[in-house]
Nanobody, 126 residues
């Protein structure tokens, strides 16, 4: 079993930078691909970024490409999401997720993620 706890959200102005963290428990964390999803107000949860078990492969939604960077530190059991040049449309609840069914062909599929954090709120004001 893996438990995920996100932190780092808040209220920022457009153009600002922020880093989200996702702390994991459980020995098998280092073998899982991980991802970040977000849920904008009144919308469905959407894919943001994903990373394979080693950190050697990363994937991004087109809307955040070149602005966000996902990374992980397996020794610390932590996944990060560095967010730069934030826009009001980045507002939402950000969730960390992972699990053994992650694979390279379905990294953006919510149903492939078995473990989810409780989410952290990001609000970007214009």
């Amino acid at each position: 079993q893996v438990q995920l706890v996100e932190s780092g959200g808040g209220l920022v102005q457009a153009g600002a930078s922020l880093r989200l963290s996702c702390d994991a428990s459980g020995r098998t964390f280092t073998t899982y691909g991980m991802g970040w999803f977000r849920q904008p107000p009144g919308k469905e949860r959407e894919f943001v970024a994903a990373i394979n078990w080693s950190g050697g492969s990363t994937y991004y939604a087109d809307s955040v490409k070149d602005r966000f960077t996902i990374s992980r530190n397996n020794a610390k059991k932590t996944v990060y999401l560095q967010m730069n040049s934030l826009k009001p449309e980045d507002t939402g609840v950000y969730y960390c997720a992972g699990g053994p069914r992650w694979d390279y062909g379905h990294y953006d599929d919510r149903d492939r993620y078995d473990y989810w954090g409780q989410g952290t709120q990001l609000t970007v004001s214009s």
